[in-house]
């Protein structure tokens, strides 16, 4: 007497990331280093007529409606560090790359990997852009569950000592209208 | 998964507000497992619209080499056999693409032919297939050594293409313990 274990899993076909790639997926952190990978995403997006999320990961907690605020709440002391990440969304969206294309900038909380991957899922993504130093390991930067999807990871920085040092760990804080003060970093 | 080491061959065109992707020559490193079915259908289907050169790599790996020559009585002719099989795999491949292919078989270390042929043939991007599971590794994300070495090393960027859910393909029976007595 034998049961039959079915498994959920069989080999499908792989059209989930076929190409042309529709929806892309920028992470940076607004380095120049990071940057390298915008003409990339750019060229793709224009190629297959797709979109491109302009995906940044912080340590503190970022407002959802960042690029809207007024001026003055965020040039309080505690502020500052949102008046300069904002200032970096605006100038890299005013990059040329991105002229006619459809950009989203999605800034948010976290970690860079989990969140990477998440954001992966939740917009359908079908291609991210990584650039390394190539000094380490990827396996910090690029990951895939055993399912074979992508996992996410520290993806511009992901080789970069000095870039990983930009994300500094803060308790997590509710989104609101308004920005809550920002610890110190530890 | 688009890997980026700048500086590195570039297959971009910024010019005049206008973003184009100029490849001239995609080589695709396929080991012909259902993990590189993916990668090939992307490097096909890239190499169609941009009217690029198509290079399809197999390598094989440097073991077997050495295993033909501790065991030559059995790994000789098991050799020779692989060389024939992935010959045969290469012209299939060939064959049912819808564009040309240039073929090439190597034996050696994986990502040290993959980055001699995309460095000799003046590769503007590489296309590999990923399936190496997080869950072999203690949960860590891994892509595998290989293909590390790969982005690491290569001249150009590299298109890491993960497989689909790769499982069992079938149902497997597991036999019901014998109850003890």
Same mark, same amino acid.
């Given at each position: ?37 915008? @003409? ?147 | ?13 910024? =010019? ?31 190499? =169609? ?39 045969? @795999? ?7 693409? @819808? ?65 689909? @859910? ?16």
């Amino acid at each position: 007497v034998a049961s039959v274990l079915t498994f959920d899993f069989y080999l499908l076909p792989f059209y989930l990331f076929m190409y042309p790639f529709r929806n892309i997926l920028f992470p940076t952190d607004f380095t120049p280093h990071a940057r390298a990978a915008l @003409k990339y995403a750019a060229a793709f997006a224009h190629e297959g007529g797709g979109r491109i999320v302009l995906f940044s990961v912080q340590s503190g907690s970022v407002p959802a409606n960042l690029l809207t605020l007024p001026e003055r709440v965020l040039e309080e002391p505690d502020q500052r560090w949102l008046q300069q990440l904002r200032v970096e969304v605006r100038n890299l969206l005013e990059d040329p790359m991105f002229d006619g294309l459809e950009v989203e900038p999605v800034i948010i909380e976290g970690e860079p990997a989990p969140e990477i991957a998440r954001a992966v899922r939740e917009f359908d993504i079908d291609l991210v852009t990584i650039v390394t130093h190539g000094r380490r390991g990827l396996a910090r930067a690029v990951g895939f569950d055993r399912g074979g999807d992508y996992r996410g990871g520290d993806v511009s920085c992901a080789d970069d000592p000095s870039a990983a040092a930009r994300f500094r760990r803060t308790p997590r804080q509710p989104h609101g209208d308004t920005p809550e003060p920002r610890s110190p970093c530890n | 998964v688009l890997t980026i080491r700048p500086p590195q061959r570039d297959f971009v065109e910024h =010019r005049d507000s206008h973003t184009e992707i100029r490849l001239n020559r995609v080589l695709l490193a396929t080991n012909f497992r259902p993990s590189a079915n993916a990668a090939a259908q992307v490097a096909a289907e890239l190499v =169609r619209r941009t009217n690029a050169e198509f290079h399809a790599l197999y390598v094989i790996s440097d073991y077997v080499g050495e295993m033909a020559q501790m065991f030559p009585e059995a790994s000789g002719p098991a050799l020779s056999r692989l060389r024939e099989h992935v010959e045969g @795999k290469m012209s299939v491949f060939a064959s049912e693409a @819808k564009s040309r292919v240039i073929t090439h078989i190597a034996e050696g270390r994986p990502y040290e032919q993959i980055v001699r042929l995309a460095t000799d043939a003046d590769v503007d991007l590489i296309v590999i297939g990923t399936n190496v599971h997080a869950s072999l590794f203690g949960g860590a994300p891994v892509l595998g050594p290989d293909i590390e070495r790969v982005v690491r090393n290569a001249p150009c960027p590299v298109l890491c293409v993960p497989t689909g @859910k790769v499982l069992t393909p079938a149902p497997v029976l597991v036999a019901e313990p014998v109850p003890q007595m």
